[in-house]
Each structure stands twice: as structure tokens, then as C-alpha cells.
């Protein structure tokens, strides 16, 4: 059933004293790959290696020997965040649909669906008719359990062993709105959630050190938003209310379940200022900043102790990395990482 008391293993998190250190320097370590890498989505091979889309210096802006397009992004990298280096795993024009998932990675490359252990993949014709699990990164070619032909609700998949949740049909009537539901695999009996389809956001997020599901509400602006904790039993707990605290307007974006708490990103910026914009982590219900700046593409790796994403301090120092990605350096838009084992 739902509760509004914070998991067990956060508590202790949440009762120490704040984070930040005078002038804003954070004790949790920051790590920066100083490889220029794209906002797009990226993900963690196990609790060392990132894999990430990203631009190699010299060649941004220049013509493809294939067709003549410019493609900026030129390919798939791994960054070995133990040894600070990155090096490239595959050439790539333009964007790919990356996914992660248990050290296997999934990507689609010229008509070819690629996936496997980085090193050992396997390629096959990429599938005309599909779906997707975006937990599991695994294609279906036929339909799969949480899809019934004809059935109105939105049937949302976990990990295969976990099953899927029935969420409804999507509409912004809450007089249509009623309760989630999940049904574990092979079952046509489902398990009534205490949230309803007009609250949650999908899909549900898979998080691995908890073997768990982070559910965020809906959010239709900047607001903070509730998040819940969906374990495959069924059990659900409520990990953050926000309404009502001094900081809930200060506007934000995403939040991710890591070993010391919530990660969550958010602030706001000026266009050549870092402002309150940055990531944050919540700390005795109050969200202390670990980095200034413009935070996307975030993943938490396998064991929750490290967040990796990309990063710039403000749009200003973003369009000039760009200038100087065409001059053939990195610029300063990143991939970086922080530690949160590690200090404090």
C-alpha cells in the first residue's frame, strides 16, 4: 500500500548535515570525461563503463563520404570512468536509438538492429513491425504480452519476469481515470495499484540496486512532482512529496533514485549565468546542489552510487562549445560523472 514515509535505507541520508561546502564546491566527487558528447540518452555497461553518443573534434560539421549529409554526432564511445579515458566503440551518422540494459547494449545502425555485450553483439535486420520494452531494450516482432489487440488500456511492459502495468486509456479526463494495475507474467489477473492512470507518468523506470520501478507523476510544468517506488510485488511507496515545500517552485525536471537519495535536476539559468540551475541531491528534505549548470542525458550506474550525464554551465558557454568543436577542440559541453560513495 502506499506510505509517505521515505525507504528505510534513505533515511540515514536524509538526517546529516548539508552538502555543499563554502563557495558551492561539492565533496562528492566530479569526474569529467572532457569528451564532448550529445544530449541524448546514455547508459551504464556496468559500474565502471558509460556508454554515450558523442562528437569527435576535427571532424563536427564535415560531410559523410556516404551520402554528403552532415553528421555531427559521428559515433557510439565508451568512457572508462575509472581510467578517465573514452574511446570510440563504433562509427555512427547521426542519431541511434541507444538502450542499456544488464551489460548488453541495444542500437540500430544503418537498417541493422545491434545488441549484445559490447565487443560480442549480434546484428540483425532491423524489424519493421516492432515493440519495444524500454526496460529490457528488447524488440518484439510479434505482439508481445503486454500488448491485447483490441483491448483500450495501455498496457506499459517491466522486466520480462516482472510482467506489465495496465494503465489505462490516455486522456486528460480524470472522469476517465482509474487505478493502475499490474499483472505479473502469464497471469490474466492483475494487482490494483493506489494510483491512478491521470497521476503517472510512463513507462516506468527500472532501477537495479533496488529491483524496483521509480513512478514519476505527471508534471505539466516546472513544479516538483511526486515520485513512487513500484516493487514487482505490487507494493507501492511514495519517496517524495514535494507540494508544499519552500523549494517545490524552483523549477525542476527529472529525478532518479540513487544509494544516497534522490538526484534531481533542475534550477533555473540565464543564458551566460549558471543561476540555481544544476543537479541536486535531496538531503533531509532539502535539495543541496552537487554541480551549477545545464544537466541532461542522466543515468544512475548499476549499483546507484554514480550518475553520469552531460553537461554545460549555462547556453551561452553551450553555443560556444559548439564554435569550438568546428575549431577542433572539445568545447566545455561534457560528459561527467559524480561519486556518490565517495566523500562527504
Known amino acids: 500500500m502506499t506510505s509517505k514515509f521515505i525507504l528505510t535505507f ?69 568512457w572508462n570512468t575509472t581510467t578517465n579515458t573514452v574511446a570510440k566503440h563504433v562509427s555512427i551518422e547521426g542519431l541511434t536509438t541507444l538502450c542499456v540494459h544488464a551489460g548488453e547494449v541495444t542500437f540500430a545502425r544503418e537498417g541493422m538492429l545491434i545488441t549484445g555485450k559490447p565487443g560480442e553483439e549480434r546484428q540483425t535486420p532491423f524489424p519493421k513491425k516492432n515493440w519495444f520494452n524500454p526496460n529490457s531494450c528488447r524488440y518484439y516482432t510479434e505482439r508481445p504480452y503486454w500488448s491485447e489487440e483490441g483491448r483500450k488500456g495501455r498496457g506499459i511492459p517491466l522486466l520480462e519476469q516482472h510482467g506489465y502495468v495496465d494503465f489505462g486509456e490516455q486522456s486528460m479526463d480524470p472522469v476517465k481515470s482509474r487505478p493502475l494495475v499490474l499483472y505479473p507474467p502469464g497471469s490474466k489477473v492483475g494487482m490494483t495499484l493506489p494510483l491512478k492512470s491521470d497521476q503517472v507518468d ?66 533555473q539559468a540565464g543564458y551566460d549565468t549558471v543561476g540555481t540551475a544544476g543537479a541536486y541531491l535531496l538531503r533531509n528534505n532539502h535539495p543541496q546542489r552537487l554541480i551549477g549548470g545545464l544537466v541532461w542525458s542522466e543515468s544512475v550506474s548499476p549499483d546507484g552510487c554514480k550518475v553520469a550525464f552531460v553537461h554545460v554551465p549555462h547556453s551561452q558557454a553551450g553555443a560556444d562549445s559548439f564554435r569550438t568543436l568546428q575549431a577542433g577542440k572539445p568545447g566545455t559541453r561534457t560528459l561527467k560523472m559524480i561519486d556518490l560513495c565517495k566523500g562527504d
Not at 548539508?18 to 564532448?36: C, N, Q, T
Not at 520501478?213 to 511507496?237: C, E, F, M, N
Not at 527529472?254 to 538526484?263: E, Q, Y
Open 202 to 267: 510512463a513507462p516506468p523506470l527500472y532501477v537495479d540496486f533496488v529491483d524496483a520501478y521509480i513512478l514519476r507523476a505527471i508534471q505539466h510544468t516546472s513544479v516538483a512532482a511526486p515520485v513512487w517506488l513500484l516493487k514487482p510485488d505490487g507494493a507501492v511507496t511514495q519517496i517524495l512529496e514535494p507540494r508544499g515545500e519552500s523549494w517545490e517552485r524552483m523549477g525542476w525536471a527529472h529525478s532518479f533514485l540513487t544509494m544516497k537519495g534522490l538526484f534531481l535536476v533542475g534550477g
Open 10 to 78: 534513505l533515511l540515514g541520508v536524509f538526517l546529516v548535515s548539508p552538502h555543499l561546502v563554502a563557495g558551492g564546491e561539492p565533496r562528492y566527487p566530479v569526474l569529467d570525461s572532457k569528451f564532448p558528447a550529445a544530449e541524448t540518452k546514455l547508459g551504464w555497461i556496468d559500474n565502471e563503463r558509460v556508454i554515450f553518443q558523442g562528437y569527435e573534434p576535427g571532424k563536427f560539421g564535415t560531410k559523410s563520404l556516404k551520402d554528403g549529409h552532415v553528421y555531427d554526432i559521428t559515433g557510439l564511445f565508451i
